[in-house]
């Protein structure tokens, strides 16, 4: 049997830093990424067999737990008729009807193989359907790693983006505008200046990229407000929150309706799969019906639409949310209370099913600059415990946690006796 340090090893020989997507690599807490080789309910296990309490979740999608046996058995099911044909299939009619019955505002949905192609493409089709060139971000919410999105704040609220990355063409980048979460008047100043060039806003909703932000009350609001008025595109991305929130997602828990919605994570059940939708005369500009240009190979892959739609199809029961949503608040209050009892400065956010932990002695946090402004070290040490007692959290505490309808009393209980030993550690 190997090691996840043996593997971890061998994987560097041909892999960029051993890793397919960056934050798996542990390079924020330090050490060794655990090597997964199974998966069942609330729980991974690595490649020496050691069980982990998953709040993790493959960074979201696995709302019902993993390996639930609705979606495998779908999946197994489409796999024997084949794996992919490149024509339309029913899957997809059946899908897009689904997800157009419950999303706010969804009239026409396109399917995507992942979050970045839905987000890439709805900022184009809004730069096509308005004609203008300017897009509105705010710092700490990740939109996927396109050029347009992977740009940071200049150095005033209102200057012009810099690229996050080499490689980000600075010309792109000085058509992102990157804003203050949460700063309701920071959106007005740059619609008062800019409101005519504006093509879109993109937010998350909920934002689970600088760990858990939920929104404050009018932000939401405020933006609707100003998209309408100036004919820009309001872009809800709900590659996170989508399904997680209730099936409306985090519109429906909030109350407010996108002209565009990107989807991804949960509607694939654990396949690649992404989507953007929305008002019909939007996207009916996109090809083949309309002039702005997107596609894909294995868009609306049978095998990952049956996923989805056994997804769609277990948390459309009646009574799925509640519980998941109980589970979150009772995990949040026994973090904080075993780290106040350990006199740790430490307090959570949540919102649906979706968490945060900041070590901090701030009352709120509400952006960016706060989440930084947290004891980084503090939470990695914090993680490096859990995870000895058997306790996957993400590994940068600049991530969301979630938690899925797997996860039990029981779960939540040995989380927050692990977290006390932590806590008492620090
Ligand atoms: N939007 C949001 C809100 C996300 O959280 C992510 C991924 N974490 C993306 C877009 C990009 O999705 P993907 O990784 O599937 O490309």
């Known amino acids: 049997m190997s090691t996840s340090e043996q593997l971890f090893e061998q994987a560097q020989h041909h892999i960029p830093g051993g890793v397919n997507s960056p934050v798996r690599a542990f390079k924020a807490v330090g050490g060794t990424p655990i090597f997964i080789e199974r998966s069942e309910g609330p729980y991974i296990y690595d490649c020496e067999g050691r ?8 960074w979201g999608p696995m709302l019902m737990g993993h390996n639930h046996p609705q979606v495998r058995e779908a999946v197994i099911r489409q796999c024997e008729k084949g794996l992919s044909f490149g024509t339309p299939t029913e899957l997809e009619t059946r899908l897009a009807d689904r997800i157009c019955e419950i999303m706010p505002g ?75 979460y949460n700063d309701s008047e920071g959106l007005r100043q740059a619609f008062a200046e800019h409101g005519d060039r504006i093509a879109c806003v993109i937010v998350e909703p909920v934002a689970g990229n600088m760990n858990c932000i939920p929104p404050q009350p009018g932000f939401l609001e405020t933006m609707r407000e100003l998209c309408s008025a100036h004919g820009a595109v ?40 992404g989507a953007f939708g929305g008002k019909r005369e939007i996207m009916e ?94 939470f990695n040490r914090f993680f490096h415990q859990m995870l000895q007692q058997g306790v996957y959290l993400a590994p ?30 620090l």
């Open 51 to 58: 069980r982990y309490i998953d709040y993790v979740l493959s």
């Open 106 to 180: 969804m009239d026409l949905v396109r399917m995507v193989n992942s979050g970045t192609e839905a987000t890439m493409s709805a900022i184009r089709l809004a730069r096509g359907f308005t004609g203008r060139d300017s897009i509105v971000k705010f710092e700490g919410c990740y939109h996927g790693h396109s050029d347009s999105l992977l740009v940071k704040a200049g150095s005033g609220a209102l200057t012009l983006g810099v690229p996050s990355s080499p490689g980000v063409p600075a010309a792109l980048a000085d058509h992102t505008m990157t804003l203050t």
């Open 234 to 273: 309001l872009i809800v991305d709900e590659v996170m929150t989508g399904f997680r929130f209730g099936l409306q997602g985090a519109q429906g828990y909030y109350g407010i309706e996108a002209d565009l919605t990107c989807l991804g994570k949960v509607i694939g059940g654990g396949m690649p799969v």
């Open 285 to 378: 500009q996109i090809a083949p019906l309309g002039p702005v240009y997107q596609a894909g190979t294995l868009s609306g892959n049978p095998v990952a639409m049956a996923a989805g739609l056994a997804t769609l199809e277990v948390i459309s029961a009646p009574g799925f949310y509640e519980p998941i949503f109980t589970h979150t608040a009772q995990l949040c209050a026994g973090l904080e209370r075993a780290a106040s009892d350990a006199g740790v400065a430490f307090t959570t956010n949540h919102a649906g099913s979706m968490f945060g932990g900041f070590f901090t002695a701030a009352e709120a946090v509400s952006n960016y600059a706060q989440v930084m402004a947290c004891d980084t070290a503090a």
């Open 396 to 425: 940068a505490s600049y991530e969301a946690g979630f938690m899925s309808s797997a996860h039990s009393d029981a779960d939540i209980e040995q989380t927050v006796t692990a977290a006390r030993s932590a806590f008492a550690s």
